[in-house]
């Protein structure tokens, strides 16, 4: 089992509907999580961190993080064609130097107008 | 102006042959990545330097050797090429040599076909 799975999708969605992406993890030491964004042809940018257990809002993008269940969410709100990306999850266990961030392979969503 | 920038974009080049990707960062950061992304869009870390001290070496083939003359600076060379090399390869930058909390910032990515 990979230390993070992520469905790699392709998602469809029409603009102006709620779009759910999902990450699950094996490893519970585990405690930073972020959502990066990647438009094709471009490098991944960070779009929300969360530390431990939680939500954490930003504008139309909400992160949750679910530790007993080891499951981490991205939800995109009134989603717009400029959404239409690949999302990355990313997470980490210790706050140190040396320790690597380990991404999911990303899910692509493409938002129609 | 590009935060952090690396050259060349795209690279088609031959089995066997040796090349050089650029990075620079104009962030004023102490920490440079070099990461791998494979046809699937896996994202992997390869290397790290905080002050031109290599902190992170992933597993990858000696043939990878990274370069930092400076701490702006990080260079990728790659011996003897072969043909799964073909990827894109991201030069990245962040403040603090922790990744936890830390925005890393990503170049454009080098695309690097081998044939």
């Known amino acids: 089992q990979k230390e993070v799975e992520q469905d790699p999708g392709p998602l469809s969605v029409p603009e102006g509907a709620i779009v759910s992406l999902n990450c699950t993890y094996s490893?519970?030491?585990?405690?930073?999580f972020m959502w990066y964004r990647q438009y094709s042809r471009k490098g991944p940018e960070l779009l929300m961190y969360?530390?431990?257990?939680g939500n954490k809002e930003d504008g139309r993008f909400t992160a949750q993080v679910d530790k007993s269940s080891k499951y981490i969410s991205l939800f995109i709100r009134d989603s717009q064609p400029s959404d239409s990306a690949t999302y990355l999850c990313?997470?980490?266990?210790?706050?140190?130097?040396?320790?690597?961030?380990?991404f999911g392979k990303g899910t692509t969503l493409s938002v129609s107008s | 102006d590009t935060a952090v920038s690396q050259t060349p974009k795209y690279l088609v080049t031959q089995m066997g042959n040796d090349k050089s990707i650029k990075c620079e960062q104009n962030?004023?950061?102490?920490?440079m990545y070099w990461y791998k992304q494979d046809s699937k869009k896996f994202l992997k870390i390869m290397f790290s330097?905080?002050?031109?001290?290599?902190?992170i070496n992933e597993t990858v083939p000696n043939r990878f050797s990274p370069k930092s003359p400076d701490k702006a600076h990080l260079n990728l060379h790659i011996n003897s090429l072969e043909l799964g090399d073909s990827a894109v390869y991201f030069c990245?930058?962040?403040?603090?040599?922790?990744?936890?909390?830390?925005?890393?910032?990503f170049g454009e990515g080098s695309w690097l076909t081998v044939v």
């Open positions: 990245a930058s962040s403040q603090r040599r922790q990744v936890a909390g830390n925005t890393i910032y």
């Open positions: 490893n519970s030491a585990f405690q930073y």
């Open positions: 969360t530390y431990s257990s």
């Open positions: 990313a997470m980490t266990g210790f706050n140190q130097a040396g320790t690597a961030l380990i």
């Open positions: 962030l004023g950061h102490d920490t």
């Open positions: 330097y905080n002050n031109k001290e290599l902190i």
